[in-house]
């Protein structure tokens, strides 16, 4: 099952049209793929996008969650995504971080990790502080996202 979650309506920055475009462009294309994979666990939308804060030199932060983290040690998934230049890679324990650049310009932190990042008992405390920093759920079929959105609430 596919969800959005509603934005929080407190004081945003404004994102020109044609920025704001390429970025609900990206989250679209990466939700549907993610829907379609039988391994993904789940898909969040972080930062300031999330937090609906986002600035004019904001990037797009997404975490991807996998059974099979083996399946991303290669780039032919993301060959499948079209987010552009593969610009960096970077691990930060247990997620690895890709960043690409969109020709409109556009920076995509894709987070890819496996299920242990979800943990709930106990959470990681840098899971804790990414998620209440403001997490959007864009695809959680196995309600992984959402025990532990609610895990760091409390």
């Known amino acids: ?61 997404l975490i991807l969650l996998t059974k099979e983290i083996d399946r991303y040690a290669d780039g032919t998934w993301a060959d499948e995504l079209d987010l552009g230049e593969l610009t960096r890679v970077q691990t930060w324990g247990p997620i690895t971080e890709r960043r690409f650049l969109t020709g409109a310009g556009l920076e995509v932190e894709l987070n890819i990790g496996s299920s242990d990042w979800a943990r709930t008992d106990p959470v990681d405390p840098g899971t804790r502080r990414v998620v209440t920093d403001g997490v959007r759920i864009l695809h959680d079929p196995e309600g992984a996202l959402t025990r532990l959105r609610r895990a760091c609430q409390s």
């Open 1 to 61: 099952m596919t969800q959005r979650d509603e934005r929080p309506a407190a004081g945003s920055v404004a994102v020109p049209a044609e920025g704001a475009v390429d970025v609900e462009n990206v989250i679209a294309r990466v939700t549907r793929w993610a829907a379609e994979r039988d391994d993904v666990l789940g898909l969040l939308l972080a930062g300031s996008y999330a937090r609906d804060a986002a600035g004019p030199d904001s990037d797009l932060d």
